[in-house]
């Protein structure tokens, strides 16, 4: 595995790190709001803030497991973990907004692509 490929790898994690923060700990907050467009109003709403909250978790543990894949310097498993979080912004960006395909899945196809040299 290459360092280009760790260090992708790694930056995709940082990115679901701070995905979780925007979504379990910054709920509220007018950056995530700008960046999910959700009204603050709505953002602080039970059932909107409990799915954000859940969706954070999920961020975060994914977050987690491509972290122990790099130190593990498991190839399958950083190679599964990246074809995941692509495959989910395809699909994000077909149903909720098309950046998502940019913001998160070209990070993640690049990393991924990284790890075949």
Request: hydrophobic share 55%; with cysteine.
């Amino acid at each position: 595995m290459t360092i280009c490929t760790i260090v992708l790898t790694l930056l995709v994690a940082i990115e679901h790190l701070y995905i979780l923060w925007l979504e379990t700990i910054a709920t509220h907050s007018k950056t995530t709001s700008k960046v999910f467009g959700i009204s603050v109003k709505d953002l602080a709403s039970k059932p909107v803030s409990t799915l954000l909250k859940n969706q954070g978790i999920y961020n975060g543990l994914l977050a987690l497991l491509l972290v122990v894949a790099v130190c593990l310097q498991d190839i399958l498993w950083i190679r599964l973990l990246l074809g995941f979080v692509f495959s989910v912004a395809v699909y994000g960006s077909l149903t909720s907004k098309p950046s998502i395909l940019w913001k998160q899945g070209a990070p993640a196809a690049i990393a991924l692509i990284s790890s075949f040299f």
